[in-house]
């Protein structure tokens, strides 16, 4: 046994999320690569095809299941089809979430409450439906997929940032209730070049600007988060749970303003 085979999930079964594009999709394909099959779900029925022929190229089975995963009950159903598929759950990767940026005073209590709907409930709902399925086979893992907007502060993002400090609590807290056997672990993403940053990548100065606020004076890859994941779901990270991963290229303030005015 060497070192890297701590990274291996070799026959586990892993639920991802937010698996049609970005870090959802690298995520995916990293787990099959370390060894897994995996329930991947979205929106796009289409691009999760794409996906699952990535996972299939690694000589993993993929199932897939277009669904809209802002309805928890939608989340929770994916325990069940991963049971049903494969038999057995070991590893689930709530990645689904996002919001976009609103003035405090345009963010109304039904945005807010959407925001926690959407970021942090259908984490819960996944999260309950998977521990039976999960404690069947002895335990596993939980991912998390928070922000750094979770834990600093930059004008706009009141309901973004106020869920994804929810989520990086309720990370801790479920860690809490789930030990020993289930292991519970957030990563607090940074600017990541994913299609929500497209508007910036793709225009030099707004990119020039970002990377420049940004410690390491780069912006994020999909794959830096799925490394981590796979790291958090593995053997190598047997011995952490309750923690917030900060993979943000050193961030302390955000590294792109809105310029929204002074009231």
């Known amino acids: 046994m060497t070192i890297f085979d701590l990274f291996r999930v070799t026959d586990k079964v892993a639920v ?22 995996v329930v991947i779900s979205s929106r796009t029925e289409a691009e999760l095809r794409e ?23 939608a989340a929770a159903a994916l325990a069940g089809a991963a049971q049903e598929t494969f038999g057995r759950l070991d590893i689930v990767v709530n990645n689904v979430g996002g919001t976009y940026p609103r003035p405090l005073l345009e963010t109304t209590v039904e945005f807010l409450e959407e925001a926690f709907r959407f970021n942090v409930s259908t984490a819960h709902a996944l999260t309950v439906a998977a521990v039976p399925v999960m404690l069947a086979d ?9 922000s750094v907007m979770g834990r600093v502060a930059g004008r706009g993002f009141a ?7 929810a989520l990086a609590h309720y990370t801790r ?18 600017s990541v070049a994913t299609s929500a940053l497209d508007i910036v990548v793709r225009n030099d100065e707004l990119r020039g600007k970002m990377e420049a606020a940004t410690p390491l004076h780069v912006i994020g890859h999909a794959d830096h988060i799925a ?14 749970t309750g923690k917030v991963f900060e993979v943000d290229g050193g961030l302390q303030v955000p590294n792109l303003e809105f310029g929204l005015p002074d009231l």
């Open 51 to 73: 996906v699952a022929a990535r996972i299939e190229q690694a000589g993993r089975k993929a199932h897939v299941v277009a669904a809209d995963l802002s309805a928890p009950d």
């Open 138 to 146: 002895g335990g596993g893992a939980i991912v998390n997929i928070s």
């Open 16 to 37: 991802v999320t937010g698996a049609g594009r970005g870090i959802g999709a690298a995520t995916a394909v990293a787990l099959a690569e370390a060894g897994a099959d």
């Open 159 to 165: 309901a973004y940032g106020t869920a994804k400090a």
């Open 173 to 190: 807290l479920a860690a809490t209730d789930l030990s020993p056997r289930i292991r519970v672990n957030a990563i607090a993403v940074g």
């Open 227 to 240: 490394a981590t994941a796979v790291y958090l779901a593995s053997g190598a990270g047997g011995y952490v």
